[in-house]
């Protein structure tokens, strides 16, 4: 059983438009959401983070959109570049404070092109 | 954050045989973690290991196919034993301590053959 899950295993976005990722997760006990980014090669590199107490956070040209309703959060990343292309895994624990396990989605593979 | 360098970066074993995996942190952390990221699918946690006391393996995964130490708060190793062609795959080592972020080493990767 999937708890987080990315819908969408590739994303093509043309250079200086918004890529907009998704993800949705099922376990109701998740409070703490994070998007990580992963080049071949690479491990996965810490993005943004958003509370379960906020519904949005922005860091830059990425902003994090939390749904709890829906359980369903999205990363925004305005204006597009190149290097932006690389597989975008988001991720979910519960208890956040207490430094637990992450359970991530499968997923989602960006290519902005220039 | 935390600086962690893993190695080896890849290997290619023959099937049958062990690979040992070192993970070493710049900063003394309470939680350490090895995942696994098969071809083309997500990060798979193995186990988290703590130290001072036996890792936790998640469902899936037995001490005896994978031992881990945790010698102290800024090292631990993830063996992959008895090793067949369906372990091929990334293992990533991780840490994460209270009310902080996770970081991840680089990642090995290996091919068994």
């Known amino acids: 059983d999937q708890q987080v899950k990315q819908n969408s295993p590739s994303l093509s976005v043309q250079e200086g438009r918004i890529s907009i990722l998704n993800c949705d997760y099922t376990?109701?006990?998740?409070?703490?959401f994070l998007w990580y980014k992963k080049y071949p090669a690479e491990g996965p590199t810490f993005l943004i983070s958003i509370s379960s107490i906020k519904d949005k956070n922005e860091d830059g040209r990425f902003t994090v959109f939390l749904n709890k309703s829906a359980k369903h959060l999205s990363l925004h990343i305005v204006p597009s570049q190149p290097g932006d292309s690389a597989v975008y895994f988001c991720a979910a624990s519960a208890n956040h404070n207490a430094g637990n396990m992450l359970t991530f989605g499968g997923g989602t593979r960006l290519m902005v092109k220039p | 954050s935390a600086v962690i360098s893993q190695k080896p970066s890849r290997d290619i074993c023959q099937r049958g045989t062990s690979l040992t995996i070192q993970c070493q942190v710049d900063?003394?952390?309470?939680?350490m973690f090895w995942y696994r990221q098969q071809p083309g699918q997500s990060l798979t946690l193995i186990a988290t290991?703590?130290?001072?006391?036996?890792?936790?393996?998640e469902s899936g995964f037995v001490i005896d196919k994978f031992p881990i130490s945790r010698p102290n708060l800024t090292f631990s190793t993830l063996t992959v034993s008895n090793m067949s062609p369906e372990d091929s795959s990334i293992y990533l080592c991780s840490v994460r301590d209270l009310n902080t972020e996770a970081f991840f080493g680089q990642g090995t990767r290996l091919t068994v053959v």
């Open positions: 376990n109701s006990m998740f409070d703490y």
């Open positions: 290991a703590n130290q001072g006391s036996e890792a936790t393996y």
């Open positions: 900063s003394q952390v309470t939680m």
